[in-house]
């Protein structure tokens, strides 16, 4: 079963750093783009960026570059979103997700992680 | 940035009604356009891409159509299961946006 497992949820101070993963099962992990979406307590979806696990090429949303840093290990299958200084509007559940129809940046998000809570307080 | 704009931002149906979610975007997606529901503390389900592209598994009573700019979404014969918010998203150019998203209460 093709499946995006997140890691658990993480309560934090501000400006503290954050890593959060994501990690891949039951497909060629480095093939598929990843992209992560914030949803903020009671809010819409929101896309962050996305990258491509076989050379961590990235493309950030505007709203998010400089902010957070996206990274990949594909030799454990393994996304992350890392913040080195937290904020309290950084509170939110992020998602990965990934669409396995094509191998391309440019593709509707089929498979989703069950998403990390992320409190900063 | 593409804007993406859904309408209306909810609505109430009864079973077995049709209902109609529009989409908007500010400029062509080239039909670069995708549907979601998403259920209270769920996670996002895929519904359509590329527009009009059904996801596998998902009941035959969802419909989308749509180009250019404007989409929709089109549920026929309401059921108690499909409660939720819908979004919209354009993949075209990054960054990929979302509509505000749709609230479908059942009556």
């Known amino acids: 079963e093709v499946q995006l497992v997140q890691s658990g949820a993480e309560v934090k101070k501000p400006g503290e750093s954050l890593q959060i993963s994501c990690k891949g099962f039951?497909?060629?992990?480095?093939?598929?783009?990843i992209g992560w979406v914030r949803q903020m307590s009671g809010k819409g979806l929101e896309w962050m960026g996305i990258?491509?696990?076989?050379?961590?090429?990235?493309r950030y949303g505007p709203s998010f570059q400089g902010h957070v840093t996206m990274s990949v290990d594909k030799s454990i299958n393994t996304a992350y979103l890392q913040w080195s200084r937290l904020q309290t509007s950084d509170s939110a559940m992020y998602y990965c997700?990934?669409?396995?129809?094509?191998?391309?940046?440019?593709?509707?998000?089929?498979?989703w992680g069950q998403g990390t809570d992320v409190t900063v307080s | 940035d593409i804007q993406m704009t859904q309408s209306p931002p909810s609505l109430s149906a009864s079973v077995g009604d049709r209902v109609t979610i529009t989409c908007r975007a500010s400029q062509s997606t080239d039909n670069w356009l995708a549907w979601y529901q998403q259920k209270p503390g769920k996670v996002p389900k895929l519904l359509f891409y590329?527009?009009?592209n059904l996801e596998n598994g998902v009941p035959p009573r969802f419909s989308a159509s749509g180009t250019g700019t404007d989409f929709t979404l089109t549920i026929n014969g309401l059921q108690p299961d499909d409660f939720g918010t819908y979004y919209c998203?354009?993949?075209?150019?990054?960054?990929?946006?979302f509509g505000q998203g749709t609230k479908v209460e059942i009556k």
């Open positions: 997700a990934t669409g396995t129809r094509i191998t391309a940046a440019w593709v509707a998000y089929n498979v």
């Open positions: 998203q354009q993949y075209r150019r990054t960054p990929w946006t």
């Open positions: 039951g497909y060629d992990f480095s093939k598929y783009w």
């Open positions: 990258i491509y696990p076989d050379d961590s090429g990235a």
């Open positions: 590329k527009a009009s």
